[in-house]
């Protein structure tokens, strides 16, 4: 099953890494040691995903998938892009791999480099964070 991004095959997957961040704040009182130090949990949760996957076919084929990839992150990003893949769980797909679920995400890092000897292959990275269009 195929991972795609906004309508875009992102290729063949090679690793996929979910993990959540809750935002604690660590508030350091003057004086005593880290033992004294408070936390505050006031800053919410982010969801980052993690994929490494692998583009093949012509040169113009490739660099066109790049060049749509690289357009998302364009320091504008007021919508969210549509994820769909197996490898996404939800509430609604835990347990089941049977059906791709989607989640709404932002580009916050895109990566990649080109196989040079045939220019064929490139090997994306992406970092998503999983969000609404806030």
């Given at each position: 099953?195929?991972?795609?991004?906004?309508?875009?095959?992102?290729?063949?997957?090679?690793?996929?890494?979910?993990?959540?961040?809750?935002?604690?704040?660590?508030?350091?009182?003057?004086?005593?040691?880290?033992?004294?130090?408070?936390?505050?949990?006031?800053?919410?949760v982010?969801?980052?995903?993690?994929?490494?996957?692998?583009?093949?076919?012509?040169?113009?084929?490739?660099?066109?998938?790049?060049f749509?990839?690289?357009?998302?992150?364009?320091?504008?990003?007021?919508?969210?892009?549509?994820?769909?893949?197996?490898?996404?769980?939800?509430?609604?797909?835990?347990?089941?791999?049977?059906?791709?679920?989607?989640?709404?995400?932002?580009?916050?890092?895109?990566?990649?480099s080109?196989?040079?000897?045939?220019?064929n292959?490139?090997?994306?990275?992406?970092?998503?964070?999983?969000?609404?269009?806030?």
């Amino acid at each position: 099953m195929a991972t795609i991004l906004q309508g875009i095959d992102i290729g063949k997957v090679q690793t996929w890494r979910n993990s959540k961040q809750a935002n604690i704040l660590p508030i350091a009182i003057p004086g005593l040691d880290s033992e004294a130090a408070e936390t505050v949990d006031m800053l919410g949760v982010l969801e980052f995903i993690d994929i490494s996957s692998e583009i093949t076919g012509t040169f113009d084929y490739i660099q066109g998938i790049l060049f749509a990839l690289k357009g998302f992150a364009d320091g504008n990003q007021n919508t969210s892009l549509n994820l769909a893949s197996p490898y996404v769980i939800t509430n609604t797909n835990a347990g089941s791999f049977a059906t791709p679920e989607a989640v709404l995400v932002k580009v916050n890092n895109i990566d990649y480099s080109w196989d040079i000897p045939g220019m064929n292959r490139a090997v994306l990275q992406l970092q998503l964070i999983i969000g609404g269009s806030t």
